[in-house]
T-cell receptor, first 114, second 112 residues
Framework: DVKVTQSSRYLVKRTGEKVFLECVQD?????MFWYRQDPGLGLRLIYF???????EKGDIPEGYSVSREKKERFSLILESASTNQTSMYLC?????????????FGPGTRLTVT | SQELEQSPQSLIVQEGKNLTINCTSSKTLYGLYWYKQKYGEGLIFLMMLQKGGEEKSHEKITAKLDEKKQQSSLHITASQPSHAGIYLC????????????FGSGTQLTVLP
């Protein structure tokens, strides 16, 4: 089974802190994604990566950055956390190739910024 | 996303009843993915549809994609409390399936 793990289920940070959210997948997937989920807005894509050291902006990249130094790990960074970044953060991974494949999701990190 | 509308936003049904959730796109879909999410957890993949008119079933859940590939429905027959959760549709608009656009979700409650 594909497993996508996220470093924390719950996180509380203060405004202005630098926050790291880590995601690790164990199936050698090329593509990895970070979403945030807010009530009534569904999932919105923040960043994705289709290879090591490669990244592309999603729909709402402002206030976030990412890092992918190893294939299995994709990190989301909040340089200076703000209260409007309080949200549920979901990581996903997906294999590449000629076929069409689904995204596998981690359990999520619920981040509260006070 | 305004490109993808899900309805209804929430649904409360009695156990044993049938129900349908809809996902409507403003553009032609290359693929449509259905996911289920238990409260506070990650998403579990249910089904993916690609071809116009395609229909797939898994246990008591059936998903369809219309011929024009702009609308999909998820139908649950004889609902059970285990079906409760948030159902989300995700659309592939690019054809690469690299990036999905998600609907806002449907919160399903099944009363025993």
């Amino acid at each position: 089974d594909v497993k996508v793990t996220q470093s924390s289920r719950y996180l509380v940070k203060r405004t202005g802190e630098k926050v790291f959210l880590e995601c690790v997948q164990d199936m050698d997937h090329e593509n990895m994604f970070w979403y945030r989920q807010d009530p009534g807005l569904g999932l919105r894509l923040i960043y994705f990566s289709y290879d090591v050291k490669m990244k592309e902006k999603g729909d709402i990249p402002e206030g976030y950055s990412v890092s992918r130094e190893k294939k299995e790990r994709f990190s989301l960074i909040l340089e200076s956390a703000s209260t409007n970044q309080t949200s549920m953060y979901l990581c996903a991974s997906k294999r590449s190739g000629g076929g069409v494949y689904e995204q596998y999701f981690g359990p999520g990190t619920r981040l509260t910024v006070t | 996303s305004q490109e993808l509308e899900q309805s209804p936003q929430s649904l409360i049904v009695q156990e044993g009843k049938n129900l349908t959730i809809n996902c409507t796109s403003s553009k032609t879909l290359y693929g449509l993915y259905w996911y289920k999410q238990k409260y506070g957890e990650g998403l579990i993949f249910l089904m993916m549809l690609q071809k116009g008119g395609e229909e797939k079933s898994h246990e008591k859940i059936t998903a369809k994609l219309d011929e024009k590939k702009q609308q999909s429905s998820l139908h649950i027959t004889a609902s059970q409390p285990s079906h409760a959760g948030i159902y989300l549709c995700g659309a592939d608009f690019s054809g690469s399936a690299r990036q999905l656009t998600f609907g806002s979700g449907t919160q399903l409650t099944v009363l025993p």
